[in-house]
C-alpha cells in the first residue's frame, strides 16, 4: 500500500511571505493530522481532521496558519505571513480512524521550512 | 490533558552496552503507547507498540512492558549497535498520538 505523500520535501522561503504543504493520506484513511517538529522537540500537534471536519485545531496558531481538507481526502497547510519561529519539519500523517484505528498511524517524510 | 515525558539526552552507550530510556505518561483513559524512532535525515517510524496494560511491544530487538500501576513505557535493549543511533520518541494515543521531546541516542563502536 502506498504511503503517506507530502511535497514539497523542503522550502525555503522569507519571513512575511506565505507558503503551503500538500498531503494525500493512505486511501481510505478517515482521520488526517497535521504535525509540527522544531528541531530537537517532539512532534507537536497542529491540526486533527475526521473526513472533512476538523476535530481539534486547539494548537493551531490561527492568526497565520489554516488548514483545509476538502473531499476527505487530500489537505493542505498554509502559513501566512510566515515568521521565522514557524521554521520547522511539517508532518502529516493518516489512520484509519481517530486513535490510530487496527492499523495504528502512518507518517509522511515531512516537509522540512526554513524561514530567513 | 495527555501528556509524556521521557528522559533528557543524548544518551552515549558504548556498542553491546545495555540501553533503557525512560518514560512515563499521564493520561485519563487507556491510551495505546508507542515508541517511534527517527534515524538521521529520514522520517519517525513505529518501533513498537503497546494497547493495553502489561502487553510488551518488540521490534529489532527493542522491547518496552505497559506498566498501568507506574505508569510507564521504559525501551529497553539488551545489546545496542551502532546503527540504533537515533532519536527515540515515546508517545501515547487515545484519539490522537502525543509525543515525549525525544531521546538522541549514540552509540560509540
Known amino acids: 500500500e502506498a504511503g503517506v505523500a507530502q511535497s514539497p520535501r523542503y522550502k525555503i522561503i522569507e519571513k512575511r511571505q506565505s507558503v503551503a504543504f500538500w498531503c494525500n493520506p493512505i486511501?481510505?484513511?478517515?482521520?488526517l493530522y497535521w504535525y509540527q517538529q522544531i528541531l530537537g522537540q517532539g512532534p507537536k500537534l497542529l491540526i486533527q481532521?475526521?473526513?472533512?471536519?476538523?476535530?481539534?485545531d486547539s494548537q493551531l496558531p490561527k492568526d497565520r496558519f489554516s488548514a483545509e481538507r476538502l473531499k476527505g481526502v487530500d489537505s493542505t497547510l498554509k502559513i501566512q505571513p510566515a515568521k521565522l519561529e514557524d521554521s520547522a519539519v511539517y508532518l502529516c500523517?493518516?489512520?484509519?480512524?481517530?486513535?490510530?484505528?487496527?492499523?495504528?498511524?502512518?507518517f509522511g517524510s515531512g516537509t522540512r521550512l526554513t524561514v530567513v | 490533558g495527555d501528556s509524556v515525558t521521557q528522559m533528557e539526552g543524548p544518551v552515549t552507550l558504548s556498542e553491546e552496552a545495555f540501553l533503557t530510556i525512560n518514560c512515563t505518561y499521564t493520561?485519563?483513559?487507556?491510551?495505546?503507547l508507542f515508541w517511534y524512532v527517527q534515524y538521521p535525515g529520514e522520517g519517525l517510524q513505529l518501533l513498537l507498540k503497546a494497547t493495553k496494560a502489561d502487553d510488551k511491544g518488540s521490534n529489532k530487538g527493542f522491547e518496552a512492558t505497559y506498566r498501568k500501576e507506574t505508569t510507564s513505557f521504559h525501551l529497553e535493549k539488551g545489546s545496542v549497535q551502532v546503527s540504533d543511533s537515533a532519536v527515540y520518541f515515546c508517545?501515547?494515543?487515545?484519539?490522537?498520538?502525543?509525543f515525549g521531546k525525544g531521546t538522541r541516542l549514540h552509540i560509540l563502536p
Open positions: 486511501s481510505g484513511h478517515a482521520t
Open positions: 500523517a493518516s489512520s484509519l480512524a481517530a486513535g490510530g484505528g487496527p492499523r495504528g498511524y502512518t
Open positions: 481532521f475526521q473526513n472533512n471536519g476538523v476535530v481539534d
Open positions: 493520561a485519563t483513559g487507556y491510551p495505546s
Open positions: 508517545a501515547l494515543s487515545d484519539d490522537k498520538i502525543i
